[in-house]
């Protein structure tokens, strides 16, 4: 009964997450038309400094848009991990590393983000990147800022959890 119902949580906890994400990609495929005017947010910021990256300081000619959706998606996923985490130990009460970091929650949430990533920023790569060659310099440098607080924030938050579940399972 005890598994039943812990497989019954996970598959209503799957079909949110899979209902809000595919309500997310709705709505950013349905901005796609009104592109040319919008100021960028900051994860369509955040993916044009990444290819900038791929393309300019790497300098890679196959594939930039496939490794800027990847690591994009790399980033959504950690910033959903610590949420996860403290989801699962509310739930399950356990802090065991062994349960709550099982390959599978994880793998599935990064290839759920890199869909959703390749749908939404594939069609419209090209634009964001010739608004984000006209982003004066000072403004690329505030963002540039918001970037690395958020890359490292995201690092900082994981590790601290990741800390904290330890130090519980080694009392």
């Known amino acids: 009964m005890l598994l039943f119902l812990e497989l019954f949580l996970q598959i ?16 950013k495929c349905n901005r796609i038309n ?8 900051f994860f369509e910021y955040l993916f044009c ?6 393309t300019e300081v790497i300098k890679e000619k196959v594939t930039p848009l496939f490794y800027s959706i990847l690591g994009l998606s790399v980033f959504h996923t950690y910033t959903i991990v610590p949420l996860y985490n403290i989801a ?6 356990t802090y065991y590393l062994e349960e709550i970091l099982a390959l ?15 749908i939404f ?15 004066p310099k000072q403004e690329k440098k505030r963002k540039d800022v918001l ?9 900082i938050v994981n590790i601290c959890i990741m800390t904290y579940f330890r130090s519980k399972n080694l009392k």
Do not use: E, H
Not at 49 to 54: P, S
Not at 121 to 135: D, E, G
Not at 147 to 155: D, R, V
């Open 12 to 27: 209503i906890g799957w079909s949110i997450i899979i209902v809000s994400l595919l309500i997310t990609l709705q709505t």
């Open 34 to 41: 009104n592109i040319k005017l919008q100021q960028m947010n």
């Open 49 to 54: 400094r990444l290819y900038w990256w791929n």
């Open 88 to 93: 699962f130990v509310l739930i399950y009460k």
């Open 104 to 118: 599978s929650p994880y793998f599935i949430i990064n290839i759920i983000f890199f869909i959703i990533d390749l």
């Open 121 to 135: 920023f594939r069609n419209k790569q090209r634009v964001l990147y010739k608004q984000f060659i006209k982003i």
């Open 147 to 155: 970037c690395i607080i958020y890359i490292a924030s995201i690092i």
